[in-house]
């Protein structure tokens, strides 16, 4: 077995850092991506040759057809969105051809979820999370209250007592949480049941399925989604999402021992974004944080929101790193700093009289908190990185810009992506990427 041939790549920031880029790029190396949490509130753009996918539950390796993708436990599936998903790659070209397995044991998200996600939110006023309104936070909610519902309870189809008992039991504690008009159980238990004949032939016991496929010597890639500091223990609580997007995640969201994983692949951006409230600390007035997201096309893929934008913070990803055990960094979207004539990395903050390193818990305290800035020359008066292939072709400014987030990260950066085709990315020679890509 040559399991360090494993690799689990995760989000060091807010989410959104190009990770379904570099699955996609790094996919054909594997015979198998996996997904360990989250739901379709994840939004991975992959661009191939003009033409643009937006996954949100199934992971972005199954635009290479040899690969088969799994959606583990971890995952919280709201089956319609599932179905559409599907439907919308077949339109694409894109055949699943049996090559999708789903967990038996994930829960999924029934229409009351958002529902009440939405009353939540509501009743937070000015404290709200700024969700992403898909049900994710009720439907963990319900899994960790032991009163989920998950996909083998679908197998009963209509005629199932179980899961007529078990949607009814969720529907009147909803009813009797919202006003108006109540909700019949009767036609959430038809959608759900009705649902199974489709979905059936996907679905499996997924830690077997790695077990075997991991024995066999088939090398799996983890695929994280959102990122640290949305996670729901280690990030910006109480604004994260729901999950643990950090590599713990992988263990429990699908059933593999931690040697399972070989390498850490964390994704950052070149700067920083969030969507959603929370403190943000290295976030920018709004002239160049419109510039950041115009260049950047910096809106939510899940629901087109507009994204914070601020400068990388080393904070940030060094916490990222240290939590994930992460071996090597890509960077991501280098080319939308091209016009910019100063570059900053925050590299710790000014909290009151004390300088921290690291983020305090208290997230009150973090809004608080100061950025310490390095400033770094840009390359707006050079060339620029846009489409660059080769670490060569990188103005001298960016070089040093990326030699400073390594040691300021302290790790190396392995990957550098110029562009959002697959074919504008930089492989460093003799890092972990090299190992999958050459
Ligand atoms: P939820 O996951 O919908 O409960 O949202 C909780 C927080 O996580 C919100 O601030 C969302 O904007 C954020 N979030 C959830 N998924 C993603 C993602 O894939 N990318 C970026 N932010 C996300």
């Known amino acids: 077995m040559t399991l360090d041939r494993n690799l689990a790549v995760v989000g060091a920031q807010w989410g959104d850092e190009g990770k379904g880029k570099i699955v996609d790029l790094l996919a054909p190396a594997f015979s198998v991506v996996a997904r360990s949490q989250g739901g379709h509130n994840a939004g991975h753009t992959v661009l191939v040759g003009g ?20 959606i583990g436990n971890g995952v919280v599936i709201d089956v319609g969105a599932l179905f559409a998903e599907l439907d919308g790659l077949a339109a694409q070209g894109i055949d699943l051809g049996g090559r999708l397995l789903v967990s038996d044991r994930a829960h999924v998200i029934l229409p009351y979820h958002r529902e009440i996600e939405r009353l939540a939110e509501e009743r937070r006023g000015a404290l709200r999370i700024d969700t992403t309104s898909r049900g994710i936070g009720p439907s963990y909610e319900d899994k960790a209250g032991r009163r989920g519902i998950r996909i083998a309870d679908l197998a009963g189809g209509a005629h199932g007592e179980r899961l007529a008992g078990l949607v009814r039991a969720n529907v009147e504690a909803r009813n009797r949480l919202v006003a108006g008009e109540p909700l019949d159980w009767r036609e959430v238990h038809a959608d759900a049941a009705e649902s199974w004949a489709r979905l059936q032939p996907m679905v499996g016991d997924v830690s077997e399925f790695l077990a075997s496929a991991l024995a066999a010597g088939r090398a799996v890639l ?45 994704i950052a951006k070149a700067y920083t974004t969030r969507v959603g409230a929370g403190p943000l600390p290295t976030e920018l007035d709004s002239v160049l944080a419109d510039r950041l997201r115009e260049v950047g096309r910096e809106y939510g893929a899940s629901t087109g929101r507009p994204r914070r934008c601020g400068w990388f913070d080393a904070a940030v990803v060094r916490r990222a790193v240290r939590i994930n055990g992460i071996d090597a960094l890509a960077v991501t979207k280098l080319d939308v700093l091209d016009a910019l004539e100063e570059l900053r990395v925050c590299t710790g903050y000014r909290c009151g009289e004390e300088h921290l390193t690291d983020l305090p818990a208290d997230v009150e305290r973090l809004e608080a908190c100061r950025p310490v800035y390095e400033t770094l020359p840009g390359w707006a008066q050079t060339r620029g990185t ?53």
């Open 386 to 438: 846009a489409g660059a292939r080769r670490e060569a072709d990188l103005p001298a400014a960016a070089r040093a810009y990326l030699d400073r987030l390594e040691a300021v990260c302290g790790v190396p950066i392995s990957i550098v992506s110029t562009g959002s085709d697959r074919s504008e990315t930089i492989v460093r020679p003799e890092s972990l990427g090299a190992r999958w890509l050459t």
């Open 222 to 266: 983890f695929e994280g989604a959102q990122g640290a500091m949305l996670d729901l223990d280690h990030g910006t609580y109480p604004y994260v999402t729901s999950s643990n997007a950090t590599i713990g995640g992988v263990c429990t969201g699908l059933g593999v021992g931690p040697r399972a994983i070989g390498s850490v692949l964390g």
């Open 51 to 70: 033409r643009q996918f937006i996954l949100h539950l199934i992971p972005s390796g199954i635009l290479h057809p040899g690969v088969t993708c799994v």
